[in-house]
């Protein structure tokens, strides 16, 4: 088993992340930390994935209603964003992004580094909310 899969085992659950990426030099703020843009893209890119799914559509982003940046990222990080639907409305889709790094391949832990609350709404072939269909 590989480290990665070692540390799968000591992330919340043992759920898959919806998405694991790991920035760049170019993701970094003048700090030389990685740019909360860059973590707030993902973010929305990770939430989307449940969203759609649930959706049964194309989904666009209408509100973050909670963002909060707990700890620094660091280039070489391995970031791992867990996102799960929360709630569901006529035609949104709420769901919670936690966002995990893990730090220092030769002695690894993992961090928490951000939560987020997100909504999205369904949209139809031509860009109009629709209803959220039953599951
Ligand atoms: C998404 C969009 C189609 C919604 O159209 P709208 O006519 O404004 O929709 P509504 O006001 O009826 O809201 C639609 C749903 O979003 C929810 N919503 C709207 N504003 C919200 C907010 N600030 N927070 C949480 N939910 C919100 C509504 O409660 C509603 O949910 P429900 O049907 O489950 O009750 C439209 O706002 C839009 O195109 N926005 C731009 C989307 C975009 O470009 N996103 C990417 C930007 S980075």
Do not use: C, H
């Amino acid at each position: 088993m590989s480290p990665v899969n070692d540390l799968d085992t000591a992330l919340p659950d043992g759920r898959q992340p919806a998405l694991r990426v790991m920035p760049m030099p170019a993701d970094l703020n003048p700090a030389g930390d990685v740019f909360g843009g860059w973590i707030m893209a993902m973010v929305d890119i990770a939430g989307a994935i449940p969203a759609r799914r649930r959706a049964k559509s194309r989904v666009a982003t209408v509100a973050v209603n909670s963002f909060v940046f707990k700890q620094p990222v660091s280039v070489g990080d391995l970031v791992s964003f867990y996102a799960d639907v929360v709630s569901l409305g006529r035609t949104s889709v709420t769901v919670d992004v936690e966002v995990y790094a893990e730090r220092d391949p030769e002695n690894p832990v993992v961090v928490k580094v951000t939560e987020a609350r997100l909504t999205y709404v369904a949209l139809d072939d031509k860009g109009r909310k629709r209803p959220i269909p039953a599951e």
